[in-house]
């Protein structure tokens, strides 16, 4: 009881000085981590359509471009994508990132630096830094932001809040949802965005080329531990022969979750500099942020990743070893 009051009085701090530091300053720099997600657009263009409702000067960087079924989302188009930033402004704003490098963006760091997040193990490496473990989607915590702005959700903020939560939570699967998760989508729904709307313009936007490197992906799956682990591989030859680029794997790690057995994914993704990117899903409390972060990488329980150097065939197996041992322990309390 005590701890969570603590963690609220300290997040409400958190939260009041940065609305105080937005307030006081003119021009921004928006940036949110590298390979971005629904959430990191969705909670970087909620916060700059806020931030230019107070009549502030906005610019977005990041490292990589959006995944192209976000492409025509208000504002996308105006994300700068550069591996060095030459921006100036008073204040930068890292939206979901751990620590400054996941920006994948050099040349920030002499800014006043603003850090919002909510992932496990953040490094607190803002001059104002508020990070919430409990948020299901950082999309949560720029909604607060903007609420302490006071700044009326406009149809555009209230689809890239609405965006950052239906897929940061896995289209509402994952376990860290709470009634606040509703409550801010009831408000995002009030303010005119459409879910059916967006949940076909999310999910339902698919080339063929995707559906024919889901097929292969789903074809060449294997199943360990009885079928409680599923694990996909990919390589850039079967992204070539569906026409696809790495943009269209985004989703696909999910679907063998739908298998009931099924209690945890891994896809490894080799990669074309000797490195591979290792993305994993889980169920209840599989925790698979405890692998990623063994390896140096970081998530959440349900769902994590990291990049690790070396030949499939060598890195492969220690991973399989510790996800098959952390389902054991998830299984232990299987509600
Ligand atoms: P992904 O499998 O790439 O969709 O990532 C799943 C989750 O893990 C997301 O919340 C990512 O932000 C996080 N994540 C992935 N890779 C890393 C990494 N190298 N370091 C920290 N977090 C990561
Ligand atoms: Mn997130």
């Excluded at 850090?115 to 607060?144: K, P, T």
């Excluded at 999910?254 to 057995?261: D, F, S």
Aim: aromatic residues 6%; negative net charge; proline residues 4%.
């Amino acid at each position: 009881m005590s701890q969570t009051t603590t963690a609220n009085q300290a997040g409400a701090e958190a939260l009041s000085s940065i609305c105080r530091a937005i307030l006081d300053r003119r021009r921004f720099l928006l940036t949110s981590h590298a390979r971005p997600d629904g959430d990191s657009i969705g909670s970087q263009l909620a916060m700059a359509y806020a931030l230019e409702a107070l009549g502030k000067e906005v610019r977005l960087v990041n490292a990589d471009a959006a995944p192209d079924h976000y492409r025509d989302f208000p504002g996308v188009d105006r994300i700068e994508i550069a591996d060095r930033s030459v921006a100036t402004a008073d204040a930068l704003i890292v939206m979901e990132c751990s620590d400054l490098s996941r920006t994948g963006v050099a040349g920030l760091d002499d800014h006043f630096i603003i850090n919002i997040d909510h992932h496990a193990g953040n490094r607190m490496y803002g001059a104002l830094n508020w990070f919430d473990e409990s948020a299901a989607a950082c999309g949560e915590m720029v909604f607060d932001v903007i609420r302490g702005l006071g700044v009326p959700l406009s149809p555009d903020i209230a689809t890239h809040i609405y965006l950052a939560i239906l897929t940061d939570t896995g289209s509402f699967h994952h376990s860290n949802i709470t009634p606040r998760t509703f409550d801010i989508c009831r408000q995002t729904v009030e303010a005119g965005v459409n879910p059916a709307a967006m949940a076909r313009r999310v999910f339902d936007s698919n080339s063929f080329g995707k559906l024919k490197l889901i097929g292969a992906l789903l074809d060449s799956m294997e199943l360990i531990d009885n079928g409680r682990l599923a694990v996909l591989t990919m390589d850039d030859e079967m992204l070539k022969i569906c026409g696809c680029t790495h943009n269209d794997t985004e989703g696909v790690i999910n679907l063998p979750l739908t298998a009931r057995e099924i209690q945890a994914v891994v896809f490894f993704k080799i990669g074309s500099a000797g490195e591979v990117r290792v993305s994993m899903r889980s169920k209840y409390d599989v925790d698979v942020r405890a692998v990623a972060t063994a390896y140096g990488g970081g998530g959440h329980k349900n769902a994590a990743g990291f990049t690790v150097p070396g030949r499939l065939a060598d890195v492969r197996p220690p991973i399989v070893d510790r996800l098959v041992a952390a389902i054991a322990e998830g299984l232990k309390s299987r509600p």
